[in-house]
């Protein structure tokens, strides 16, 4: 499956195994995971098998995560875009598409999650069709919250996750 999404200062196409090295600087960072049940990877194989997984899911949900790369740079800075979740009982949903995103920490703070996580709602709405999106961030991570509700998502509730052990807010935007 391939993904060619471009925004002003970004790519947004499928993960490769080339990104292997990115996704372990990305997951192997505890800042990173800080509000993701503080359980960063501390292997290239862990990482390898996150690519897997995502691989997986374009061969059979047809969508997944997006990687990020900068333009200026053609650097690999983290992912972002879309997934069907079916493993979990999220806030009683057994069974929808997700937008998220997850940067290289020397990335933050420069509007990359508001711009890539917009286009992945155009995406899901001009060209999947879709009806909806949600998503989810840990009650404490208010720099999540906030881009979510500027790439247009609207806050719904608070739920406890038990798999996870994990208190996250719950979000919703609607294809108009």
Same mark, same amino acid.
């Given at each position: 499956?391939?993904? #060619?999404?471009?925004?002003? $200062?970004? !790519? ?5 195994? *080339? ?6 600087? /990305? @997951?192997? #960072?505890?800042?990173?995971? $800080?509000? !993701?049940g503080n359980k960063p990877i501390k *292997? ?6 996150? /690519? @897997? ?28 875009g879309l997934r069907l979740n079916t ?47 949600y998503a989810t961030t840990e009650m ?37």
């Open positions: 499956m391939t993904f #060619n999404i471009e925004t002003k $200062r970004l !790519l947004l196409r499928e993960l490769r195994n *080339t990104d292997l090295d990115g996704m372990f600087e /990305l @997951d192997s #960072n505890p800042n990173v995971h $800080r509000y !993701l *292997t290239k194989v862990e990482a390898q098998k996150i /690519l @897997d997984s995502v691989k997986q899911q374009y061969a059979e949900r047809g969508i997944g995560r997006f990687a990020v790369i900068e333009k200026a740079s053609g650097d690999f800075i983290g992912w972002s493993e979990y009982n999220m806030n009683g949903f057994t069974k929808y598409y997700d937008v998220g995103y997850r940067l290289i920490e020397r990335f933050w703070g420069k509007g990359y999650a508001t711009e890539s996580g917009k286009a992945a709602i155009e995406y899901a709405f001009n060209v999947m069709k879709l009806p909806e999106l404490g991570n208010q720099a999540s919250h906030n881009a979510l509700l500027k790439i247009g998502l609207h806050y719904v509730n608070d739920f406890y996750f038990e798999q996870e052990q994990l208190d996250l807010r719950w979000y919703k935007i609607e294809n108009k």
